[in-house]
């Protein structure tokens, strides 16, 4: 049995990221960057007005002064002319400052009357003028390759003038789910027959990772349908399997897949729940099996397959981000496997998060997953804690889990 | 002007949820439930084996005893007879116990030989056995309506034999680009011109939201464009606009729409950046007017356009959630403006965030919204703080913004 951080640095370190599509800029939110993105022209091009006013010679423009408008300037309508001595164009936000002025006179500084405009405030130079490149200049690198794009990054792609962007293909993870006793919802059930549920959220799973499920037909609990299955996911970026890994005589995930290729690294991990979990290569293609059992196989998907979509995505390697928060109620002392108790959280008078271990933490128990927001972690030979002390919680539902 | 969260309260009290539709459940991650998941069966379904080992009758199997093995039971194939006076039945996790028997001698306690099976460790009744309905009853409500579907919900849903999910149809957001000055990426630039980013940057937030972005055309500041283009999109359950707000000759958008039928709630709000914010309806269809500035119409999306997309997608009414940080540098005291400033983050050693607002908070700057990680919220009329004080941050990128 190896430890949860060794088996996850087993796994993040043999998986190598997806490589470059292009895509059009409006469909990169959430993709990850496999190019620079480098401003393509200077922003703002010119010296910009940053407010509504007058743009004067800031020398001219003091107090009482009585300037001549020339002309006028709203936004994408550059003045063409030249501000003079005593003159002054009507300028609008956003709009280049014209040739020879130097300031900005704001509208609610001046009293225009006809062609003429009176300055209530002297103009300091340079206020209110945004110069070229304050933001940024042709040629800078504005986002780098390895950063998961949000809006606010879009907007500045788009301002950078990319109508495409170069990102990391999205993995695509084949899921087979094996066994006997499992059908699909709405289908006919038999006696002591289990509604699958595991194939799908794992395809959940693998979307909230931003990869691509591709979910394989329910394979009996027999090495051939198995093998079949299996052979049909070998163009994924990963194959997940769920069920088949126990030790008892029905682990037949391993039995099937030797004869095809499968090369194991390891298959047994010190934590609970879910002790085995296979991890190897089915020819050039990485596998991760995960146990049948629902909530081992949702737990393991957490904190193995979430960190390698990641990996997979082209985003630096990384465990699950662990927060700190007070349990309300005493644990036990924990054995050698390294324990993830589901949790309830809420916020506690000071804004701290108090984690409330849920009464029962049977494997099996789906709707106590679904009703909890946290996992605990405990960590192999922690001592006994009591209500009060600190823990590490691993948040679920922001992150779509 | 009015307050942000007055502004907030009047937007959100607006609106109503969009009807629900009838998905497959593959494709319900991240949706909002508009119907409650009710189980349409058992689970288990009947006592079951939490493990593998061997079904017998506790009273028989006390340590030292051999029972004789009638049968087994893999998951997915019951023992159809009964375990009777002195017998066993191989089992595996998962498979329903048989009649007669109720306790199970772990595979690691007992020594198989042939057909008979020594036990080496008392058996408890009950014990290691799932009885039927430990995860839930048919009739039980296990996911309500307004909660935004996880992973692990999926999953409930799939083993409560749901194939199908009833949920609020995704709202889908017109957005309307407006000014002379801006062009499209890749698109041919005139003098002065301005590469759009806007529309890609708030159709993002709008994905990231849960919501469909329908961009429209750039329309020129021309109050006909105006009009034409905003009438496409009536049929939208929210028209966002940028650009046109402000309070200069070219603030077109309210004089367009009003002789279509605009009716204006307000249109300033005491923030910043974002002063010029318009909230009315386009006849039955709400329209949020965001400023032209890429700054102000993020950080306006943000507060604004989020909240708005969230009651649309059917869950409860609620502002941007804010975390407590620590500020590493002093802030001036504020005005009458409820301010938003960019600021990046990091950890100190106890774990507490760390707040450190940008030098320039000019709001034509994307490059400093896009490499920042929070906005720091400042109360109107806000006291001076100084390097250590508490602050309210909005972390954006965990929200894809």
């Given amino acids: 049995m190896i430890r949860v951080e060794e088996a996850r640095a087993r796994i993040l370190g043999s998986l190598a990221p997806t490589g470059p599509e292009t895509i ?25 007005s940053a407010m509504d006013g007058y743009a004067v010679r800031a020398a001219d423009a003091t107090e009482s002064a009585v300037l001549r408008v020339i002309g006028s300037a709203p936004a ?42 009176a300055v209530r405030e002297t103009v300091r130079p340079g206020r209110w003028i945004r110069p070229a490149g304050l933001d940024f200049r042709a040629g800078d690198v504005l986002l780098h390759p390895g950063k998961r794009l949000t809006a606010r990054d879009l907007g500045l792609a788009a301002a950078a003038n990319h109508p495409w962007l170069t990102v990391h293909r999205q993995p695509r993870i084949g899921i087979l789910a094996t066994g006997d006793e499992i059908r699909l919802p709405g289908e006919p059930l038999p006696a002591g027959g289990i509604v699958s549920s595991n194939a799908h959220a794992l395809a959940a799973l693998v979307r909230a990772g931003g990869g691509v499920p591709l979910v394989l037909p329910i394979a009996a609990d027999d090495a051939d349908a198995i093998a079949m299955a299996a052979d049909s996911a070998r163009s994924c970026d990963l194959v997940l399997t769920t069920g088949g890994a126990s030790v008892g005589e029905h682990d037949l995930v391993q039995q099937a897949l030797g004869p095809q290729g499968f090369a194991l690294d390891f298959w047994k991990i010190a934590m609970r729940p879910g002790k085995p979990l296979i991890w190897g290569r089915f020819g050039d293609t990485p ?35 662990l927060q700190a928060a007070v349990l309300t109620a005493p644990l036990p002392e924990n054995d050698r496997r390294e324990d993830y108790l589901r949790a309830t959280l809420e916020r506690g008078t000071e804004g701290q998060l108090l984690a409330t271990p849920a009464d029962r933490q049977d494997s099996s128990m789906l709707r106590i997953l679904a009703n909890c927001h946290a996992l605990i972690r405990r960590l192999p030979h922690a001592a006994a804690a009591k209500a009060g002390d600190r823990v590490e919680v691993l948040e679920l539902a922001p992150l779509g889990l």
């Fill in 24 to 48: 059009p800029l409006p469909e990169g939110w959430g993709r990850v960057l496999a190019a620079p993105v480098t401003a393509r022209l200077t922003q703002p091009p010119a010296d910009m």
């Fill in 76 to 117: 994408g309508h550059p003045f063409a002319g030249r501000v003079g001595a005593g003159e002054a164009v009507r300028i609008f936000t956003g709009a280049p400052v014209p040739a020879g002025a130097d300031g900005i006179l704001l509208q609610e500084d001046a009293e225009a009357d006809g062609t003429a405009v």
């Fill in 287 to 321: 596998l991760l099996g995960l146990p049948g059992n629902p909530v081992s196989a949702l737990v393991c998907g957490v904190l193995f397959l979430q960190p390698a979509l990641s990996v997979l995505s082209g985003l630096p390697p990384a465990p699950p981000a």
